[in-house]
């Protein structure tokens, strides 16, 4: 059923040699009047010739006559009609073959029979006229040679009847020879039609099946219409599709099977029936298919095609089912716009939704602001608990977001553990503060990943554009960044609003790599020795090497501030060798007892290199391995292309010393214990300071500490003792060795050099009895007030239970105070000291520092300061 107008398809008619066959038949018919008229001259002349006899006409000439003219008007009138155009077959040539040589029979016959019984001149002018209507006759038939022929033989038929005399019969034949050659010449012309017809027939074969191959392969299929607009053929591969009745589907409307009325696809609808109405053909027009169970789209190109009346027939042309390359560009389009983890919008994307929202539907100014978000301590689970965890993570970190956020805006993955969030016509910062606030603590609770509780925290920055101006995209996400990165700096699991004053600081941080550079290349930096204290002996076992930088205009810079300057400029390479060369060449000159600690950053040991350039150091100053410790953190494990076990055994063969630096900030130090050979553990700091206040679990974290070193075979050090109880309890616990304040700070070559001076005496502890609490170092203007007059201040560094402020000169202890640390922070305060400008408080209650990092700074109106002074 589907297969039968495939043929039409590719010819556009009926078979090539049934069309021409028609089409000159159908000439013949279209030119029979000629005839018509070459015959009635002739027959005018014949009756002439007879002088106009009316004897002439008898029976037989008026019945011959008839019949001849009869038939030449069934020759031209009925076969001009429509219906004889579409009677149109095999049949038809064979008929108006016997139709026209019955004609020129009975022409024959009616003209000779006028003439054959007058006078010889009579019957030789009818015999010329018979002759020349011949002509005529041969030249409106002459494609068809058989015809030819066959028209001849009947003339000289008729003329043997109606003469009853052979001789007439055989000179109609004298144009035999000429025809003969007229045939030889045709027969050329009919050659190369038949090898043009069978070349067109191959063609036509070849090319019904590459459209039978083309519609298998499922990327097209063809369709045909009747003048209504009916299906006539469609390809079974479309019907096949759709999971339709293939018996339903012809004599259907098309528009009905591809476009459902009233539904999606009624635009398409009106589309493909507007140009039906029309006439006109259309490409590529996208529909929608409403029989198919599933949702599918189709693209369709067809065009009119007409008979050769030029009467409308209906149109034809080919479709193509684009649902899967729709669900391919959605598909594509999903990947190209929201992340694949979380399915959050991507960087590119919540980028464009950015700027969309900072330039509104009218192309002014809109109020926009931006979160920048980071995942505090992230990357820590990633690397101890695997990725596959970590990416769970994210996912429920992402949805936990998403609801947090809700309506007010859109949020977006930017890669790792880093979002965004877009909030259009959010501008308030007390508004902005409850979101941020709320986004903290939702992702700040715990989460169950695969049977392990995870704690993770985030800090938020924020750029606010008022709609005023188009500060530009690019410009409000480093602002945020900026704030981010502000509040990863000052503790974490904050937010911060960005301000001018952190422009500033990115500004003076660039200055500071670039002058780090310098004093790298100008031999700016220095190296102090902090010493290390066998606990049993009390004397000095080692030196930890530490770098220093003396700016010359800005003064000493603390490590904390140029180190990671260092580690993301890439300097730290340069530094990290340097330290390691200048601390061997000077401990090559202590007494052979004495070991060097040189800390290595995860880049340097993660270079190749790295070994090499130790035992290059070694050789250089004559140090003995065994006498250089590598402190290492356990950071470089996390490096999943990092062979470390390789580097250390490189360095081990060396024969160095190896140290794990920061023990117990991870969460997999017990497998590095396992496999790497450490020959000592450096407790953290984070556990010795206030281990030895009340109620503290510190102690306990390092008494299981030591007894793992000790059941390892491997020393220990106490980092950041401060304080005689926090020594006696290092000492108590049985650590081996101890590094801190209490017996001293960093200090230069030459002092190092005296105090080893002195190597079999005994070392005394030097610092506080007890352990304070911790301080938070900041610096803010806050307000005090007393006796009704308020007086500005800076505070220096805070702890929950006092402060050091800076601004109030010689004020005598015991003064109370009410100190405005921020916006709806107040405590009263008692003074303990004051040195010049200098004054230590004591809070009469303990205050949140959480609460005080997130405060923003009070607003004050200042008195007068003379008289506290008084």
């Known amino acids: 059923m589907f297969g039968q107008k495939q043929s039409d398809l590719v010819s556009g008619e009926a078979p090539a040699a049934g069309l021409l066959s028609a089409r000159s038949l159908l000439a013949i018919c279209a030119l029979w009047p000629i005839v018509m008229g070459v015959r009635s001259v002739a027959m005018l002349l014949a009756f002439a010739a007879t002088g106009f006899s009316l004897e002439v006409m008898t029976v037989p000439f008026m019945v011959t006559a008839t019949l001849s003219m009869l038939i030449d008007l069934w020759i ?165 599709a759709i999971e339709a009745d293939p018996g339903t589907i012809i004599g259907q409307p098309l528009s009905s099977v591809i476009c459902s009325p009233g539904a999606e696809g009624g635009g398409s609808e009106r589309t493909f029936n507007f140009h039906f109405s029309a006439r006109t053909a259309f490409s590529d027009l996208a529909v929608r298919v409403a029989q198919s169970e599933e949702e599918r789209a189709w693209s369709l190109s067809g065009a009119p095609f007409y008979n050769e009346l030029g009467q409308f027939v209906g149109f034809r042309g080919h479709g193509t089912d684009l649902t899967e390359v729709r669900r ?59 990725h596959p965890i970590g990416d ?78 188009h ?153 003995e391995p065994e006498r250089l410790e590598l402190e290492i953190t356990e950071s470089v494990f996390l490096d999943d292309k990092l062979d470390a076990t390789r580097i250390f055994e490189r360095l081990k063969g060396i024969g160095v010393r190896l140290a794990l630096d ?58 950041g003792a401060e304080t005689v109880d926090e020594l006696e309890l290092i000492r108590s616990l049985g650590c081996s060795h101890v590094q801190g304040y209490i017996y001293g700070k960093p200090v230069g070559l030459a002092e190092a050099n005296e105090r080893l001076a002195g190597l079999d005496s005994h070392v005394e502890p030097i610092g506080h009895k007890h352990s304070r609490e911790s301080r938070y170092k900041v610096l803010r203007t806050i307000g005090i007030y007393h006796d009704g007059y308020c007086y500005p201040a800076k505070i220096k560094n805070i702890s929950p239970g006092g402060a050091l402020i800076e601004g109030l000169w010689d004020v005598p202890p015991g003064t109370q105070f009410e100190v405005a640390l921020g916006a709806n922070i107040k405590v009263r305060a008692e003074v303990r000291w004051s040195i010049d400008d200098r004054t230590g408080l004591q809070f009469e209650m303990p205050i949140s520092l959480e609460r005080f990092r997130q405060s923003s700074p009070p607003q004050i109106s200042t008195g007068s300061i003379e008289k506290l002074r008084a």
């Open 76 to 240: 031209y009138l009925p076969s001009r009609s429509d219906r004889a155009r579409h009677t149109v077959g095999n049949r038809f040539p064979n008929l108006l073959s016997g139709v026209v040589c019955a004609s020129s029979t009975s022409f024959a016959f009616a003209l000779v029979s006028l003439v054959a019984d007058a006078s010889e001149a009579s019957i030789l002018v009818g015999m010329m006229a018979l002759l020349g209507a011949m002509l005529p006759t041969l030249a409106v038939i002459v494609p068809h040679r058989t015809m030819m022929f066959v028209v001849s033989m009947a003339t000289s038929l008729g003329v043997l009847l109606a003469s009853g005399d052979l001789r007439f019969a055989v000179g109609t034949l004298v144009f035999l020879p000429a025809m003969l050659l007229v045939a030889m010449i045709r027969s050329k012309d009919d050659r190369e039609e038949e090898a043009a017809l069978d070349q067109q027939k191959l063609n036509n074969e070849r090319a019904r099946y590459l459209l039978s191959d083309y519609e298998k392969s499922g990327r097209g299929w063809f369709w045909e219409t009747d003048r209504h607009g009916r299906i006539v053929y469609i390809s079974a591969e479309a019907v096949t």
């Open 471 to 623: 500060p530009g995209a690019e410009t409000l996400i480093r602002n945020a960044d900026l704030a981010l990165y502000s509040a990863k700096e000052n503790g974490r699991g904050i937010w911060r609003f960005y301000s001018e004053d952190m422009h500033k600081v990115a500004h003076e941080r660039r200055a500071l790599e670039g002058e780090l550079r310098a004093a790298l290349q100008a031999g700016g930096m220095s190296v102090a020795y902090q010493p290390v204290i066998n606990v049993a002996s009390e004397t000095i076992s080692g030196f930890e090497a530490l770098a220093r930088w003396n700016h010359p205009v800005r003064g000493p810079i603390s490590p904390g501030v140029f180190v990671p300057i260092a580690e993301e400029s890439g300097l730290i390479m340069q530094l990290g060798e340097w330290v390691l060369r200048t601390a061997c060449a000077d401990a090559a000159a202590w007494p052979r007892q004495v070991r060097i600690a040189v800390n290595v950053s995860p880049i340097q040991f993660a270079d190749p290199a790295f070994p090499s350039i130790v035992l290059n150091a070694l050789a250089q100053s004559g140090l």
């Open 392 to 469: 769970a993570l994210l996912k429920q970190v992402s949805e936990r977001l998403k609801r947090t956020i809700g309506e007010s805006g859109e949020v977006g993955r930017l890669g790792g553990d880093e979002f965004q969030v877009v909030l259009p016509g959010i501008i308030s910062e007390d508004r902005l503060a409850d979101i941020a606030r709320s986004v903290i603590v939702n992702l700040s609770h715990p989460y169950m990943v695969e049977g392990n509780q995870i704690v993770i925290g985030a800090s938020v920055g924020i750029a606010i554009a008022d709609g005023l101006q």
């Open 662 to 719: 920061d023990f117990g900030t991870g969460y997999s130090a017990l497998g590095y214990l396992r496999t790497a050979p450490f020959d000592k553990i450096k407790i953290d700091q984070s556990f010795v300071r206030g281990a030895a206040q009340a109620g503290s679990t510190n102690s306990a974290i390092i008494r299981s500490i030591v007894s793992l070193a000790e059941a390892l075979n491997m020393e220990t050090t106490a980092e």
């Open 328 to 386: 391919s560009h959605e598909a594509v389009t999903q990947l190209a716009r929201y992340d694949n983890l979380t399915g959050l919008a991507n960087r590119l994307y919540i980028k464009e939704l950015f700027e969309k929202a900072l330039i509104g539907h009218r192309g002014e100014p809109s109020p926009c602001s931006l979160f920048l978000l980071d995942l505090d301590r992230f990357k820590q689970v990633n690397d101890t608990l695997g």
